[in-house]
């Protein structure tokens, strides 16, 4: 298994950042390399399916949301990536000052390339987190 781990620390309070960022759903709304994003809910068992810009599409699932602790697990259910068992978690962690660390982490077995897919996740995972830094302010 593979694992990544990803993290930005982010010039705002964790309620008002998981307001903003963490929906299911909301990942179409901050990640760049997104183009759409659709999402049945937030409901543990839901799907959302993500097209990239490049036109990929991913089927994901909702496994564990926690609000109030800022949280969720999903797996992917169909991908063009050539990975398998794919299990990743979303959390604003509190920094207690007024600022956040946003951590994404992304477990997985990759079934062709290691290194080639390794860094095309950590890529994807890395862009989005660079991106709310940079909207959100470090």
């Not at 960022?21 to 990942?27: D, E, L, Q, W, Y």
Request: aromatic share 8%; charged share 30%.
């Amino acid at each position: 298994m593979t694992t990544i781990v990803e993290t930005t620390r982010i010039a705002e309070r964790p309620d008002a950042l998981w307001h903003e960022i963490g929906r299911f759903g909301a990942v179409g709304e901050w990640h760049p390399l997104l183009d759409k994003v659709e999402s049945e809910g937030e409901r543990e068992g839901c799907r959302r399916t993500a097209e990239a810009k490049d036109g990929s599409r991913q089927t994901e699932r909702l496994f564990e949301t926690d609000a109030e602790q800022h949280f969720y697990r999903y797996g992917i259910e169909s991908t063009t990536m050539p990975v398998r068992d794919y299990v990743a978690e979303f959390k604003v962690q509190d920094n207690h000052d007024g600022t956040s660390t946003v951590v994404w982490l992304a477990e997985f077995q990759p079934e062709a390339d290691e290194p080639k897919a390794t860094e095309a996740i950590r890529d994807f995972l890395r862009t989005g987190l660079n991106n709310l830094a940079a909207v959100h302010g470090k």
